[in-house]
């Protein structure tokens, strides 16, 4: 049975289709809307503020060329903008991790001096990551365990839809809607706390 959508995302199924439009307006109060929740998600994943708003940049770009093709029938426009998020954010993974590989390939020694200072504001860098991840490890274990169990799936195993869906034996929409539930649940806790 499919949900009946909340006012706020007849709203936001409205401003993508005035984006498809080219209304500058709309991606304003998209953006608006979006943006900062959006910003969370890369910054948790990619774990650097520069990274991130980069990342940011490149979902609304993909959101205004991609407007005219989303689909409101497939998901709402959060869940819509968080896999584009997740998908520009697991393709900066890949190409840090590619990055890594060459400098480590094309480097004999690490001078001791900048391995110090590298290890300092890792150490600082460290300390936030996990302030940060305790914080998400606490709101996530207290999610319902289906809504916790998809959404380690889909973020941690970087499993897509239909592979949850076959891995739980549930419908494609039960997962999407579990996913969809689980992840508005972490964005309301995460801010008061």
């Known amino acids: 049975m499919a949900e009946t959508p909340t006012t706020q995302q007849m709203l936001d199924q409205e401003m993508i289709a005035r984006i498809g439009r080219r209304d500058q307006s709309?991606?304003?109060?998209?953006?608006?809307?979006?943006?900062?929740?959006?910003?969370?998600?890369?910054?948790?994943?990619?774990?650097?503020?520069?990274?991130?708003?980069?990342?940011?940049?490149?979902?609304?770009?993909?959101?205004?060329?991609?407007?005219?093709?989303?689909?409101?029938?497939?998901?709402?426009?959060f869940s819509w903008t968080v896999l584009l998020t997740r998908s520009r954010?697991?393709?900066?993974?890949?190409?840090?991790?590619?990055?890594?590989?060459?400098?480590?390939?094309?480097?004999?020694e690490t001078p001791t001096a900048a391995a110090d200072a590298s290890t300092v504001e890792s150490a600082a860098d460290t300390a936030e990551k996990n302030d940060e991840a305790a914080r998400v490890r606490y709101v996530l274990t207290n999610l319902p365990s289906e809504q916790r169990e998809a959404?380690?799936?889909?973020?941690?195993?970087?499993?897509?839809?239909?592979?949850i869906a076959a891995r739980l034996g549930q419908p494609?929409?039960?997962?999407?809607a579990r996913i969809r539930r689980g992840l508005l649940k972490l964005r309301q806790r995460l801010s008061t706390l």
């Open 26 to 77: 709309a991606f304003s109060a998209i953006y608006d809307r979006l943006s900062g929740p959006l910003y969370s998600l890369a910054m948790k994943m990619l774990g650097d503020p520069a990274e991130a708003q980069d990342a940011l940049q490149d979902v609304f770009l993909q959101i205004w060329s991609r407007a005219g093709s989303y689909d409101p029938d497939q998901s709402s426009v």
């Open 172 to 176: 494609l929409g039960t997962v999407k």
């Open 89 to 108: 954010v697991i393709d900066r993974l890949r190409a840090r991790g590619r990055r890594s590989r060459v400098v480590v390939a094309s480097t004999e």
């Open 151 to 163: 959404i380690e799936m889909a973020f941690f195993e970087h499993l897509s839809h239909h592979e």
